[in-house]
Structures are given as structure tokens and as C-alpha cells.
């Protein structure tokens, strides 16, 4: 919840009177209310009305953390923009009415076996091993049209939303299911986040979403550490990276350098192919480690651009699904312009 202190800044106002407000001595103007509207995401009528509107809550909630970090809850921005992604995702019931179908529900049971689970989801995804080499980026935007193609919206954090340990969000509903990533992470990253969570949404009568989970250190989690495996499975099928491993492998170039290479044909990060290397007692303690520093390393030297192309924002955002369902009912003529955008 927002605290006095924080809905003074972001409404620009004293606490004095933001006080005042509330124990009903004097009354925000017009322009305090609009933007006290904005920070709560609702619209300016909400404010007359007589009592505050019954509130729908999220459904079932599960985040990809980094390693120790634990939440209590959320912080206010990220709780906005959870709403904001909320508010799309009945946006998209709306334009659907009954044509929807939930292509995902209930086909995995939590701690089945890793391979066969696996090979199921690659096989409902329609996953190929490719021996064409392609940039990370597309090994992403691709699997993320595969995943929206079964009814899962994925949204990506605007510039204004820091997610700090998360990696991701998955808020499992009957229709319409969630994903939400952390655009600062890397492509690499966002994909394997996106079978994760897939993971966590296949298993929906589950386990998957059991109260308290994120109180957990993601590493000592069974149920975290089950659906990472899954996810690597997924994206790195065994029987086709030792092929793969064999034939593109060079002993005069470095770990990192291999695993780096091998990335393109795979398309997830070097530190994912280093684990691997590292399960298998191909590699050292020492080696993996090498390997997650300079990935770390050379994320941080990734050039920030200062302007981004508005309508490649928007879907890198939003997801094809989205866009592509608003844009057919303008066309249709059921949303004018500016409601579209």
C-alpha cells in the first residue's frame, strides 16, 4: 500500500494538506484529482461516487526471483503497473466475449518427470532444433509468439517500472493468463522466464501458485527448482545440444567463448549452457562462475538507447496478441483512435 509520504510526491502536494483531504477540511482541486487518479490507475469518476467501487482481485500470483531474494509484497509502482496489465487483460475479454480458448490449462502435473514434461511442452509449442544460427532477439520474439499463440498475454515493464529481484510474473486466470517480464533483463533471460512461468500456468490446480511461496528463497524452493529444470529441458533438449555440443565445441577458445557461440544455435544465455556444462562435471565450479560474471559484464556495457521508436515500444510492451486484438476492432470500427491508442 502507498504511504502518505509517497502519494505526496507523486501527487506534488504537502502532507498537510494531503491530511486535510482525507479527514475531509478542504478538497483537492481539479488537477490534484486528476493526478491522484493517474497514480491509482482509476478513472476521475471514482472520486464521487458515494462509496469505493468493489475491487476484483488478481488471480493466483508466482514471480521468477533471483537467487535469495525473498518478497513480502510489492512496491506501489509495481502494483500500479500489475493493475495497468490487469486492466489490458479485461480489455482483451472484452474484444474476445466467448471466442476465447485456454489452450494451456491443467495439461501438467507438478514434479512429473522432467524430460517427459518437457518434451510435452516443446511438442504443444511446436519447439525444432534448428542448426541455423539466429541473434538471441529473435530466438526470443519468436518463442514469445508461440507462447501468446496458446491464449498467454506477455507484457514487458515500460521504462518507469523496476521489477529489483524479480525476473518475472506469472498471475495465473481462467482466461487470459499472464506473463510479465523485466525488459531490463536480457533476451537470453526474458525467454527462459517465459517457459518458466509457462510452466507455473500449465500447473494451475497445482501447487504452483501455494500461498507463501515467495517468502522462499527461489534456491530452496522444490517447486522453483523442479520448473527450472523443466524450462531448461524445454529450451536445451539434452539429446540435441550433445550433438550440437560435438560438432560446433573448439578447445582453443574459451568457455565463455564456446558457450557464447553456442547461444545463437540454441538461443538461450552462455550462463544457461554453462550450467549444463557444469551438471554434467564437464566443467568446474570455477569455470561457471567465470562464465555468470562476464555475462554480467557484458550486460552492463550494453549501450542504454536514449530514444526509443514509439510503435516498436508498443508491441515490444504489449505483445503481438495485444496489439494485433485492438488494432482489428478499430479497424472494425468499434474503437475510435484515440481510445485505441
Not at 518427470?113 to 544460427?133: C, G, H, P, Q, Y
Not at 541473434?135 to 514469445?144: H, K, T
Not at 569455470?287 to 508491441?315: F, N
Request: charge should be neutral; glycine fraction near 4%; include cysteine.
Amino acid at each position: 500500500s502507498a504511504t502518505p509520504e509517497i502519494i505526496c510526491q507523486k501527487v506534488e502536494v504537502k502532507l498537510s494538506e494531503l491530511l486535510e483531504w482525507e479527514d475531509g477540511k478542504s478538497f483537492p482541486s481539479y488537477a490534484s484529482l486528476r493526478k491522484l487518479a493517474k497514480f491509482y490507475n482509476l478513472h476521475i469518476s471514482v472520486f464521487y461516487l458515494p462509496a469505493p467501487p468493489k475491487s476484483k482481485k488478481h488471480g493466483s500470483i508466482n514471480l521468477r526471483r533471483f537467487v535469495g531474494v525473498v518478497h513480502e509484497e510489492l512496491d506501489v509502482d509495481t502494483n500500479r503497473f500489475l493493475l495497468e496489465c490487469s486492466n489490458k487483460r479485461e480489455l482483451l475479454r472484452e474484444i474476445f466475449e466467448d471466442s476465447y480458448e485456454n489452450k494451456i490449462s491443467n495439461i501438467v502435473d507438478s514434479f512429473s518427470d522432467v524430460k517427459a514434461t518437457a518434451n510435452k511442452i516443446r511438442e504443444i509449442l511446436n519447439l525444432e532444433f534448428s542448426t541455423t544460427k539466429k541473434e538471441l532477439r529473435v530466438w526470443y520474439n519468436e518463442l514469445r509468439e508461440k507462447v501468446e499463440g496458446l491464449g498467454v498475454v506477455i507484457f514487458q515493464t515500460n521504462r518507469y517500472v523496476s521489477l529489483g529481484g524479480i525476473r518475472g510474473i506469472a498471475i495465473h486466470e481462467d482466461e487470459f493468463p499472464l506473463i510479465i517480464l523485466d525488459k531490463r533483463d536480457s533476451y537470453g533471460a526474458r525467454s527462459f522466464t517465459i517457459v518458466h512461468e509457462l510452466v507455473h500456468l500449465m500447473c494451475n490446480n497445482d501447487d504452483a501458485f501455494e500461498y507463501g511461496r515467495n517468502h522462499t528463497k527461489p534456491e530452496d524452493d522444490k517447486f522453483e527448482i523442479w520448473a527450472n529444470s523443466v524450462a531448461a529441458e524445454v529450451l536445451v533438449s539434452q539429446n540435441d545440444y550433445w550433438a550440437l555440443h560435438k560438432a560446433k565445441w573448439n578447445s582453443n577458445l574459451s568457455t565463455y567463448a564456446n558457450c557464447d557461440n553456442l547461444t545463437g544455435y540454441i538461443g538461450v544465455s552462455s550462463e544457461v549452457i554453462a550450467r549444463i556444462l557444469l551438471d554434467t562435471n564437464i566443467i568446474r565450479e570455477n569455470e561457471y562462475k567465470l562464465v555468470r560474471e562476464e555475462c554480467k559484464r557484458r550486460a552492463s556495457l550494453k549501450s542504454k538507447s536514449g530514444r526509443t521508436i514509439p510503435h516498436y515500444a508498443c508491441i515490444n510492451d504489449n505483445g503481438k496478441l495485444f496489439v494485433k486484438s485492438v488494432l482489428s476492432k478499430h479497424s472494425d470500427g468499434f474503437y475510435p483512435k484515440l481510445e485505441s491508442c
